[in-house]
Antibody, heavy 122, light 110 residues
Framework: QLQLQESGPGLVKPSETLSLICTVS??????????WGWIRQPPGKGLEWIGN???????YYNPSLKSRVTISVDTSKNHFSLKLNSVTPADTAVYYC??????????????WGQGTLVTVSS | QSALTQPPSASGSPGQSVTISCTGT?????????VSWYQQHPGKAPKLMIY???KRPSGVPDRFSGSKSGNTASLTVSGLQAEDEADYYC??????????FGGGTKLTVL
């Protein structure tokens, strides 16, 4: 059974860089059918797609966050990472990692991590 | 990019049916069949309920169904049960590998 687990600091100071890792277990991140993504949810609000990465390192970002986001993949460690720079309190959210399965005729976020709360505060 | 438009709330009594709408544009919902629906209980990660407009993953009850007309997708929950009370989010591809979510609908089982 595929599992995704987010890890990283729960508190980040304003103007600094938020860094998270998503470790994938029970399957390889190298599969040609899947992308690996980050999605966030501010407290009490809806979901916002941040971006995806393919195992080759190709990335896709939400245009509204593109200038501050970097997503990368480390196939040797079977994990992928998120960096969001110049954070403000508005970036406080639960950050989820998820698998985007495009192996059939559709694409769907089918496996999700449990989420990790990151608070931006001094 | 703006979020897809969902009603903030919906409700129904046990056994009834409820439909939740998700409105986008011809560039997202109306432009492809990559529409999905997710259920989220408090403090939990979202769970895939419907994909490709109207397909159910294994294990999702057939009480859950999806449809689409033009730029609006819909999720219908029939035979409402207490455990269906949750937040529901729609999602759509918005071109290339670009994804959008709806603002979410809180479903209350009365």
């Amino acid at each position: 059974q595929l599992q995704l687990q987010e890890s990283g600091p729960g508190l980040v100071k304003p103007s600094e860089t938020l860094s998270l890792i998503c470790t994938v277990s029970g399957g390889s991140i190298r599969s040609s059918s899947y992308y690996w993504g980050w999605i966030r949810q501010p407290p009490g609000k809806g979901l916002e797609w941040i971006g995806n990465v393919y195992y080759s390192g190709v990335t896709y970002y939400n245009p509204s966050l593109k200038s501050r986001v970097t997503i990368s993949v480390d196939t040797s460690k079977n994990h992928f990472s998120l960096k969001l720079n110049s954070v403000t309190p508005a970036d406080t959210a639960v950050y989820y990692c998820a698998r985007l399965d495009c192996s059939s005729t559709s694409c769907l976020f089918d496996y999700w991590g449990q989420g990790t709360l990151v608070t931006v505060s001094s | 990019q703006s979020a897809l438009t969902q009603p903030p709330s919906a409700s129904g009594s046990p056994g009834q049916s409820v439909t939740i709408s998700c409105t986008g544009t011809s560039s997202d919902v109306g432009g492809n069949n990559y529409v999905s629906w997710y259920q989220q209980h408090p403090g939990k990660a979202p769970k895939l309920m419907i994909y490709e407009v109207n397909k159910r993953p294994s294990g999702v009850p057939d009480r859950f169904s999806g449809s689409k007309s033009g730029n609006t997708a819909s999720l219908t929950v029939s035979g409402l049960q207490a455990e269906d009370e949750a937040d529901y989010y729609c999602s759509s591809n918005a071109g290339s590998n670009n994804w959008m979510f709806g603002g979410g609908t809180k479903l209350t089982v009365l």
